[in-house]
């Protein structure tokens, strides 16, 4: 199908090895965090949320990290495989508004 | 969490011409909103579509343009109005029962304006 972000950064990691992604928010009152996962031809699928009373948590091979200090929050996939290919957004959300969609990482499993 | 159907799934319009957009939810859900997003490029939020009422568009998009339905808890439709190529994007549903928790979208429309 019709790919999306053509011109989107690239992250390339071995197939089995560990993915990390990462995302600079724009407004240190956000208090709800998301990773959505958009595969080529699809819409964008929700894979973990964070809140802003956290620092960390951890799902199915998927681990989300916020750093307030620095408004900085990162996607670490574990084993990274084939079906992980995909371009991954972070959405920032404040209290009462709609959420804000970063501009996204394409990551490339290579086997 | 909610599954959305969302048709057509791609078109190919003549300019000038206008698409309506169907976006179809399998449960009752208070907030429905249409997407934007343009190749190589992350999602942009058209409008939240109120149910019963006027929808409630961001900076940039007006409904003269995109006009949307919403008659029900479960349906909803954007047209985009007067097509020119710049029009050719990813149009995107998006449903959610509230705002603490993500939201579901569906698969796109692939609108192309030649």
């Known amino acids: 199908g019709e790919s999306v972000g053509l011109h989107l950064p690239t992250l390339s990691v071995q197939e089995g090895d560990n993915s990390i992604i990462n995302c600079a928010y724009s407004n240190s009152a956000s208090d709800y965090f998301i990773w959505y996962k958009q595969e080529s031809g699809k819409g964008p699928q929700f894979i973990i949320d964070?809140?802003?009373?956290?620092d960390k948590r951890q799902g199915q091979r998927v681990t989300v990290l916020l750093n307030k200090t620095v408004k900085h929050l990162s996607l670490q996939i574990a084993a990274t495989q084939p079906g992980d290919s995909a371009v991954y957004f972070c959405?920032?959300?404040?209290?009462?508004?709609?959420?804000?969609f970063g501009p996204g990482t394409r990551l490339s499993v290579l086997p | 969490s909610a599954v959305i159907s969302q048709k057509p799934s791609r078109d190919i319009c003549q300019r000038g011409t206008s698409l309506t957009i169907q976006c179809q939810v399998d449960s009752q859900v208070t907030m429905m909103f249409w997407y934007r997003q343009q190749p190589g490029q992350s999602l942009t939020l058209i409008a939240t579509?109120?149910?019963?009422?006027?929808?409630?568009?961001e900076s940039g998009f007006v409904i003269d343009k995109f006009p949307i339905s919403r008659p029900n808890l479960t349906f909803s439709t954007l047209t985009v109005s007067n097509m020119s190529p710049e029009d050719s994007s990813i149009y995107l549903c998006?449903?959610?029962?509230?705002?603490?928790?993500?939201?579901?979208f569906g698969s796109g429309t692939r609108l192309t304006v030649v």
């Open positions: 959405a920032e959300r404040l209290e009462g508004q709609n959420f804000v």
């Open positions: 579509a109120n149910q019963g009422s006027e929808a409630t568009y």
């Open positions: 964070i809140r802003s009373n956290m």
């Open positions: 998006s449903a959610g029962e509230t705002e603490n928790y993500g939201y579901t």
